[in-house]
């Protein structure tokens, strides 16, 4: 089985993040399976496994740290490999080019930081008219404060980003519903 126009996004799944102090791994191992599925599944069906670093000039982050580099328990053989300097994969990294020129209009979204870059390249890409499942078992983040002081959970978070992404930007799919393709949507 091939899906010839879908493409999974890996996005910023690296060993960068594990430098930082806010970094936890309280829910590292149930993002591991889920996100190593995702991976072993699209490989599986044919479809193209595109895995997206984020560089820029942090230290973690830069080319000269090393850590920009799949995180170390994810076995990853992806088709194409892009750097990107912003929140968003679609934005300078030779992302949209390698997309349209391989006929690709349906993108499954999944990565590190859930509600910042996977939620920032859906909608980006939803924007430019690709079909999104994002897959927010296979996202991960960390806890936030916001400006007032609040902490936002990892679990808040991702059910804030789903909720903003659902049925605007994106469907919200598990790894099984993502894999499966495209799914008749009832009529508003």
């Given amino acids: 089985m091939s899906a010839p126009d879908t493409a999974l996004l890996v996005i910023d799944v690296q060993e960068s993040f594990r430098q930082l102090p806010v970094w936890r791994a309280d829910d590292l191992p149930a993002y591991l399976r889920e996100q190593q599925a995702l991976i072993d599944?699209?490989?599986?069906?044919?479809?193209?496994?595109?895995?997206?670093?984020?560089?820029?000039?942090?230290?973690?982050?830069?080319?000269?740290?090393?850590?920009?580099?799949?995180?170390?328990?994810?076995?990853?053989?992806?088709?194409?490999?892009f750097r990107k300097h912003r929140h968003s994969a679609l934005v300078g990294s030779g992302l949209d080019v390698w997309l349209t020129s391989h006929g690709i209009r349906r993108l499954i979204v999944s990565g590190i930081r859930t509600e910042q870059c996977c939620e920032t390249t859906t909608r980006h890409a939803s924007d430019l008219g690709y079909e999104v499942?994002?897959?927010?078992?296979?996202?991960?983040?960390?806890?936030?404060?916001?400006?007032?002081?609040?902490?936002?959970?990892?679990?808040?978070?991702?059910?804030?980003t789903e909720a903003v992404l659902s049925g605007r930007f994106a469907r919200i799919a598990t790894v099984a519903e993502a894999l499966a393709g495209r799914v008749e949507r009832e009529a508003a």
């Fill in 41 to 81: 599944g699209a490989k599986a069906r044919g479809i193209p496994v595109v895995q997206v670093f984020h560089v820029d000039g942090d230290a973690a982050f830069s080319e000269e740290s090393g850590f920009v580099r799949a995180l170390a328990e994810i076995s990853i053989e992806p088709d194409a490999v």
């Fill in 133 to 160: 499942d994002f897959v927010g078992a296979a996202t991960l983040t960390h806890e936030i404060v916001d400006a007032a002081g609040r902490r936002w959970s990892p679990a808040e978070l991702k059910a804030r």
